[in-house]
């Protein structure tokens, strides 16, 4: 069985659940998305323990089931980064909701060159760090502003590191999935704990005091 899936299904989960929970008690879009993105994520990793499991090799199918979902989180992922953009601003300045679903627009973009390997994953690499680049511009003014969102921060840096690791470490490869798949769901864990800490209710659309 390939345990690092399984621990990272039952982390994506958890981590979905609570960023429901900060939805409900928020109403921010940026929480929506987020558990979106982690149930999508809990739901491929859950399909890749149970073919470990059959001790299959990933059909055709399944693979490509396991490639667009990937996709498919990270355009999710960044409008919630666009939402959480959009909230941080008073609300005159804020643009329309509507724009927050743009990123839906990298699906389209990936259609166009999913038969090209190495486009591809040049663009996967680019959308993956531009998501990083805007977390930790965001929550670094945040975390600067109020210590509050320390541990945020520094879940999102553990991220940064598991994109390091993910796409410049030449690692076997069977170890290689071990490492980021750890990484990531320590990031998740440090991530939910920070948002857990903050007050959610009276804080979650507001940006923390100048």
């Known amino acids: ?29 940026k929480y929506s998305g987020f558990s979106i993105s ?3 994520l809990g739901i491929i990793q ?6 470990s499991l059959l001790s299959e090799e990933l059909t055709i199918y399944a693979a490509t089931v396991v490639e667009w979902g990937h996709i498919v989180t990270l355009a999710i992922l960044l409008g919630a980064l666009a939402s959480f953009i959009r909230d941080s601003k008073p609300y005159f300045a804020q643009f329309p909701k509507a724009y927050i679903g743009l990123p839906l627009l990298i699906v389209i973009s990936y259609v166009l060159v999913k038969d090209t390997y190495a486009i591809k994953e040049w663009l996967i690499s680019i959308y993956q760090g531009g998501a990083l680049l805007v ?57 939910v704990l920070g948002y857990d800490r903050l007050d959610i209710s009276k804080s979650g659309l507001k940006s923390p005091a100048k």
């Open 135 to 191: 977390a930790l511009l965001m929550y670094g003014v945040y975390t600067y502003r109020s210590q509050d969102y320390a541990l945020v921060i520094t879940g999102i840096l553990v991220f940064l590191i598991t994109y390091l690791v993910f796409w410049f470490v030449p690692i076997n490869s069977n170890s290689l999935n071990v490492i980021w798949k750890l990484l990531l769901g320590l990031g998740i864990i440090i991530t």
């Open 1 to 29: 069985m390939e345990w690092s899936s399984f621990i990272l299904t039952i982390i994506s989960f958890y981590g979905a659940y609570r960023c429901y929970s900060f939805y409900r008690l928020s109403g921010s879009l």
């Open 38 to 40: 982690l149930l999508i």
């Open 46 to 51: 859950l399909s890749l323990t149970i073919e």
